[in-house]
């Protein structure tokens, strides 16, 4: 697929609009500390739970990937650098005793990390779950007494729980290979155990979240399955992101069309998933409502311009962002 930045597209967008240079300026100045901003993103859960093959499906393939060191402490986390993006594959628990010790005290202390600003380094924790798997014990640990009791204020904002190889839930039977995704009763048996889950987490820690399940897919010689939900899951990623480093996450996903096509029909995800980019480059950059409100005097007040000229600069954007991202 033909690559195009979604930064460069849109300030070249910006320059061709029919306003003055020094409101350009402002677009643009406002578009680049979107660009700038950074995220972080920590992949965590039990070993072969999935956690490289979501890597791998959601986010674009010249993705970096370096051990962190020698040190026999952190060695055992992965880091995937993207473009103002990094992902934190470690560990979850299961793997004994001392493993596990070292496991939750890495992912503790990466929990705690502070930016430059000051802010929890760490934006989003995904957990990712064995769908597969009938005992999910240690999994339970690793949420409910490793990770939320470290998640600071807003824990429901920084976590996102998720259910991979779907597929396998009740030993493959049940899973509609024609059209790669659950049947019926497949689809209830997973919709159950979501709820398990999060009753067990609302039980052990207060904090209720509602887990998505999917499939990373897989890839086995000639053998191969395109993911299921991952759409979703993005979609979600994208909700627990904050706004301003939304676009962020759009540079660095995969442009396969095939890997975001199959998704449960409770919602248009790709739509949605476009519009949430919308919305970010209105509100930061039209708007200037997360960084710098000079804007304002671009179109007139907000008051006066919604529905109007700012509209009508959202439709632009749309259309934009649109053309980009035809996959979604
Ligand atoms: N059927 C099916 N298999 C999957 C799915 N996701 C991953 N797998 C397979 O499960 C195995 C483990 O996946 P990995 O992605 O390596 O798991 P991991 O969490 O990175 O494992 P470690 O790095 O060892 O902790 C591989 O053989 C994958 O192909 C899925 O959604 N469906
Ligand atoms: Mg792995």
């Given at each position: 697929?033909e690559d195009?930045?979604?930064?460069?597209?849109?300030?070249?967008?910006?320059?061709?609009?029919?306003i003055g240079?020094?409101?350009k300026?402002?677009?643009?100045?406002n578009?680049h500390?979107?660009?700038?901003q950074?995220?972080?993103?920590m992949i965590?859960g039990?070993?072969g739970?999935?956690?490289?093959?979501t890597?791998n499906?959601m986010?674009?393939?010249e993705?970096?990937k370096?051990?962190?060191?020698?040190?026999?402490?952190?060695?055992?986390?992965?880091?995937?650098?993207?473009k103002n993006?990094i992902?934190?594959?470690?560990?979850?628990l299961?793997?004994?005793k001392?493993a596990?010790t070292?496991?939750?005290k890495?992912i503790?202390s990466k929990?705690?990390?502070?930016d430059?600003?000051g802010?929890?380094?760490?934006?989003l924790?995904l957990?990712?779950?064995?769908?597969?798997?009938?005992?999910?014990g240690?999994s339970y640990?690793?949420?409910?007494?490793?990770?939320?009791?470290?998640?600071?204020d807003?824990?429901?904002?920084?976590?996102?729980v998720?259910i991979?190889q779907c597929d396998m839930?009740?030993?493959g039977?049940h899973w509609?290979s024609?059209n790669?995704?659950p049947d019926?009763?497949?689809?209830?048996?997973?919709?159950?155990?979501a709820?398990?889950v999060?009753?067990r987490i609302?039980e052990g820690?207060?904090v209720d979240?509602?887990?998505?399940?999917y499939s990373?897919?897989?890839?086995?010689?000639d053998e191969?399955?395109a993911?299921?939900n991952?759409s979703k899951?993005?979609?979600?990623i994208?909700?627990h992101?904050?706004?301003?480093?939304r676009?962020?996450i759009?540079?660095?996903t995969?442009?396969?069309?095939?890997?975001?096509?199959d998704n449960?029909e409770?919602?248009?995800?790709?739509e949605?998933?476009?519009?949430?980019?919308v919305?970010?480059?209105?509100?930061s950059?039209s708007?200037?409502?997360?960084?710098?409100?000079?804007?304002?005097?671009?179109?007139?007040?907000?008051?006066?311009?919604?529905?109007?000229?700012?509209g009508?600069v959202?439709?632009?954007?749309?259309?934009v962002v649109?053309?980009i991202?035809?996959?979604w």
């Open positions: 697929m195009r930045d979604i930064f460069q597209e849109l300030s070249k967008a910006f320059q061709e609009l029919d240079e020094a409101q300026v402002i677009l643009l100045e578009l500390k979107l660009q700038e950074n995220i972080n993103i965590t039990a070993t739970s999935g956690k490289s093959s890597i499906a986010f674009r393939q993705v970096a370096v051990g962190i060191g020698v040190d026999p402490e952190t060695m055992d986390i992965t880091k995937y650098t993207l993006m992902l934190w594959d470690s560990p979850g299961g793997d004994g001392e596990d070292r496991h939750a890495n503790i929990l705690n990390e502070r430059s600003d802010n929890a380094l760490i934006d924790v957990v990712i779950l064995d769908g597969g798997s009938r005992d999910l240690t640990e690793l949420i409910n007494s490793v990770i939320i009791p470290n998640l600071g807003n824990k429901e904002k920084r976590i996102l998720a991979n839930a009740m030993k039977k509609d024609v790669n995704r019926s009763v497949l689809t209830k048996f997973l919709d159950e155990k709820e398990s999060r009753r609302r820690t207060g979240i509602m887990p998505v399940y990373a897919g897989y890839k086995d010689g191969q399955q993911p299921y991952l899951l993005l979609y979600l994208i909700q992101t904050p706004k301003k480093k676009l962020i759009a540079q660095n995969s442009r396969k069309a095939e890997v975001w096509r449960d409770l919602k248009n995800y790709g949605e998933i476009r519009r949430s980019f919305d970010t480059v209105v509100e950059v708007r200037g409502a997360d960084i710098g409100g000079e804007i304002g005097s671009i179109f007139g007040t907000v008051g006066e311009t919604v529905g109007m000229v700012v009508g959202a439709g632009f954007i749309g259309g649109k053309s991202f035809s996959w």
